[in-house]
């Protein structure tokens, strides 16, 4: 398919681990956005990137919390030392000037 | 006070109906206006794009914008069992690459 895809799909880990997940934006996106969406509610604005760089990443929680696209296509959300309170669904969105965001299925965080 | 507003719901409405949501939100600045569509484990689905105040029509759907009064409309006709799922609003001020603000969603269930 040619939409945006993420991978895993379920991430279970324990408290205090090392977690990466990854976004595949829609092929000829220039711009990448991570959302976190926690139960009963919308998705909440993490960071977004421009090309390689992230442009605006006032979203990002704390330092924890980092997000790279290194060739401007995939890109992966890292979060050091989890917290339960990290648990969600984390959700990668592509887009070009002048349409909305397309997301992908999103990646559900579990942390027991 | 959140920057967006929807109701949660959950919404039901009979099968055929005319179905409305809405938002409001405070923040003068926003010109882009977007509805999705998330079913249950799923990620969001863009179903409009407008920009500033007006209406636009898409098959079944309608959305409305009245920026002087802050308010976002999304209406339904002859609603269908398949519509059932979660409506977000989101909002933006740049139809470029800039984060979306998102409502919380309103479930709605449309009964046969």
């Known amino acids: 398919g040619a939409g945006v895809s993420q991978t895993p799909s379920n991430k279970v880990t324990e408290k205090g681990k090392y977690v990466e997940l990854r976004c595949d934006p829609i092929?000829?996106?220039?711009?990448l956005y991570w959302y976190r969406q926690s139960l009963g509610q919308g998705p909440e604005f993490l960071i977004y990137?421009?090309?390689?760089?992230?442009?605006?990443d006032s979203g990002l929680p704390n330092d924890r919390f980092f997000a790279v696209r290194p060739e401007g296509s995939v890109s992966t959300l890292k979060i050091q030392r989890t917290e339960r309170g990290d648990s969600a669904v984390y959700l990668c969105?592509?887009?070009?000037?002048?349409?909305?965001?397309?997301f992908g299925p999103g990646t559900r965080l579990t942390v027991l | 006070q959140k920057e967006v507003e929807q109701d949660p719901g959950p919404l039901s409405v009979p099968e055929g109906a005319i179905v409305s949501l809405n938002c409001t939100y405070s923040?003068?600045?926003?010109?882009?206006f977007m509805w999705y569509r998330q079913y249950s484990r799923k990620g969001p689905e863009l179903l409009m794009y407008?920009?500033?105040?007006g209406n636009k029509e898409d098959g079944r759907f309608t959305a409305q914008v009245d920026k002087s009064s802050k308010y976002i409309s999304l209406f339904i006709r002859d609603s269908q069992p398949s519509d059932s799922a979660t409506y977000l609003c989101?909002?933006?001020?740049?139809?470029?690459?800039?984060?979306?603000?998102f409502g919380t969603g309103t479930k709605l269930q449309v009964i046969p």
């Open positions: 990137f421009q090309g390689t760089g992230a442009a605006d």
């Open positions: 989101a909002m933006s001020d740049s139809g470029g690459y800039q984060k979306v603000t």
């Open positions: 407008t920009y500033s105040s």
């Open positions: 969105a592509s887009s070009i000037t002048g349409t909305g965001q397309f």
């Open positions: 092929s000829g996106h220039t711009a």
């Open positions: 923040n003068s600045a926003f010109q882009y």
